[in-house]
């Protein structure tokens, strides 16, 4: 379900406030740069294939845990975690948006503000490859020069299923200036470093973005096994 919040009171409603507070996901309003204690916040986006692993992988970095049976995202999640990165702290604003094809229209409004994009693939899939492409492409045409983009081949833990060579992924990537890695969120390889290695790509002085003006929620649906069990 799409929720959006009212204008001057980003409080959620009583009754969406157990779903929010669950999982993470927050009401916003447009963010400001620094933080009290000096950190600065920039926000990043995950698009994607649905099933790719997308929250999974935050879910990896931001609390170190691992679902089987991750839900399908609806909508969009917001969470958030702090990396030290050379002599910054960056607070990290992630938008893990929704894989499924009717939630595309709305990523605009996630990427547009965004300081990095981490674009996931499953290795186990030459389709979700062939998605993630197509969002590089989207990516580019809205022309941020800025934008510290990633790709991240998920799964990596499932070689025996392999369908995306690496050099294949390494090729691409480099031909269209991305920062490549393969990762597991199941077995939390790369993870932190696929983090840490964006904070350390992001550019000192940040320009000022325009955050989201529709925040949605994440919301519990039946269960959705693993494409590679
Ligand atoms: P949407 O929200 O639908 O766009 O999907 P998503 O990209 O967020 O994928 P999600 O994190 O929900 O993961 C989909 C399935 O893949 C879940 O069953 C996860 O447990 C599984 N999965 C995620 N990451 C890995 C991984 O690194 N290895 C393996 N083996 N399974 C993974
Ligand atoms: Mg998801």
Redesign the pocket.
């Known amino acids: 379900m799409i929720r959006r919040p009212p204008r001057s009171t980003p409080k959620p409603s009583s009754a969406a406030s157990d779903v929010y507070k669950r999982q993470d996901v927050r009401f916003r309003q447009r963010p400001r740069l620094t933080t009290a204690c000096g950190s600065r916040r920039r926000a990043q986006v995950?698009l994607?294939?649905?099933?790719?692993?997308?929250?999974?992988?935050?879910?990896?970095f931001v609390k170190g845990q691992?679902?089987?049976?991750?839900?399908?995202?609806?909508g969009a999640a917001f969470l958030t975690q702090t990396v030290c990165a050379d002599d910054r702290t960056i607070k990290f604003e992630i938008w893990?948006?929704?894989?499924?094809e009717r939630y595309h229209s709305l990523a605009p409004m996630y990427y547009r503000g965004a300081a990095a994009a981490i674009i996931?693939y499953?290795i186990q899939s030459q389709s979700s490859f062939a998605r993630a492409k197509s969002w590089v492409r989207e990516l580019q045409k809205q022309g941020n020069a800025a934008l510290v983009m990633a790709l991240a081949g998920?799964?990596?833990?499932?070689e025996e299923k392999r369908e995306v060579e690496r050099e294949e992924a390494e090729a691409y990537a480099s031909e269209n200036g991305l920062f490549f890695m393969e990762?597991?969120?199941?077995?939390a390889?790369n993870v932190t470093e696929l983090f840490h290695e964006i904070a350390v790509k992001l550019p000192k002085a940040p320009t000022p973005t325009n955050g989201p003006g529709v925040v949605l929620t994440n919301q519990n649906r039946t269960?959705?096994?693993?494409?590679?069990?």
Do not use: W
């Open positions: 995950l994607g294939d649905m099933g790719a692993g997308k929250s999974s992988l935050v879910l990896r691992f679902h089987e049976y991750q839900e399908s995202t609806i893990d948006t929704a894989g499924q996931v499953d998920n799964k990596c833990d499932m990762t597991s969120a199941k077995e390889l269960p959705q096994k693993s494409q590679c069990c």
